[in-house]
């Protein structure tokens, strides 16, 4: 099973400029296998279940990617797919999840579960739960916001693995975040949740990482954690988890941050320093919502000498883009900033 499987250094952000996609034009993008039947987040797809009794049908329109068998028939839909048009809706499933979810622009969610035959002729269930999304930003930032395992996979756009209380796969492609859930974790059991993951994945336009997360630099090994949200209510409580850490919901009205607005944080270990160095850019609409936001941050700074404003440090506004670290004294140890500026396009 592993030779796919790989380690890397974990990774968060969410929309792009077109002046910033341009910046980053030569980083490689994620295309859809070739030999699958690629199809667009939402798009119906006739369910083929008749004749099949060990496969179920769902009723209405489901995601293209998410067929009543899988792998070759080795995967069979026990449950039909439940769809939810947002956040609001699915909180009647799962309040926390809505609640973390809700300022990413999703545009529909989907839980299904699959079944298949364990070595022993006993049946063995995959849980799945899917988001679809208006931008690729948005689908990255909630895989980012749902796991930070450095345990990766080589299949879809990005795919990362948990391993506590059974076994748990997380899928990025285009669009698209895929969820897959099991209380077993045999070697059997692992190998063919991979295999029903890459074949979703398959069927799910591909593109390339969000440009925000690309400019991102890679100093001393690149970040060990990344999370890409809208505003700060989508990240994990462990991003606000470090020395003189700024309250989430200030931040939130001192960079202004909305669904219109992409927020990255990024955390690089520095091995003298008090905690992790800790990176953060805010991608706006426009340049104006910058300079503003800006001008708001740094009058804060001037009123305030509690630990979290002196840590605080920012950098010039820069296009539509405004960054900065709330770990100040490890930044003066490691300087990801200036690198970090130097990726920043001058257009964007």
């Not at 994620?30 to 119906?44: E, L, R």
């Not at 060990?54 to 792998?71: H, K, Q, T």
């Not at 336009?205 to 090994?221: K, M, Q, S, T, Y």
Request: aromatic share 8%; hydrophobic share 40%.
């Amino acid at each position: 099973m592993s030779r796919r499987i790989r380690t890397t250094f974990g990774t968060c952000l969410l929309v792009a400029l077109p002046s910033f996609a341009t910046a980053c034009r030569d980083r490689p993008s994620t295309p859809a296998p070739s030999n699958a039947a690629v199809v667009s987040p939402g798009a119906p797809v006739a369910q083929e279940a008749a004749g099949l009794p060990e496969a179920v049908a769902s009723d209405g329109d489901v995601p293209g990617y998410l067929p009543p068998r899988a792998v070759g028939g080795v995967w069979n839909m026990s449950e039909p797919v439940q769809s939810f048009a947002n956040a609001a809706q699915y909180s009647v499933i799962d309040a926390a999840e809505a609640a973390r979810i809700g300022g990413f622009r999703i545009t529909g969610i989907y839980r299904c579960a699959y079944r298949r035959a364990g070595n022993d002729g006993s049946p063995l269930v995959a849980e799945v739960v899917a988001f679809d999304t208006e931008s690729s930003s948005d689908a990255y930032g909630l895989l980012t916001c749902h796991s930070s395992s450095t345990e990766r996979l080589d299949i879809c756009g990005e795919a990362r693995v948990e391993r506590h209380d059974g076994f748990h796969l997380h899928g990025w492609q285009g669009k698209s975040y895929v969820r897959l859930d099991s209380v077993s974790a045999d070697s059997d059991m692992t190998e063919q949740m991979i295999q029903l993951l890459d074949a979703i994945c398959s069927r799910i336009a591909g593109e390339g990482r969000p440009p925000l997360v690309n400019a991102i630099p890679e100093a001393d090994g690149g970040p060990r954690d990344l999370w890409l949200a809208r505003d700060t209510t989508g990240l994990p409580v462990r991003v606000f988890d470090f020395p003189s850490a700024p309250s989430p919901a200030v931040i939130n009205g001192l960079l202004g941050l909305d669904n219109t607005t992409l927020l990255a944080v990024a955390h690089y270990d520095v091995p003298a320093g008090r905690g992790p160095n800790v990176i953060w850019l805010v991608q706006y609409p426009n340049q104006r919502a910058a300079y503003q936001a800006h001008g708001r941050y740094t009058d804060y700074l001037k009123k305030h000498d509690d630990p979290a404003a002196q840590s605080t440090n920012l950098l010039p506004s820069h296009g539509a883009i405004l960054a900065g670290t709330w770990t100040a004294e490890e930044e003066s140890l490691q300087y990801v900033l200036p690198p970090l500026s130097r990726n920043l396009p001058m257009g964007s």
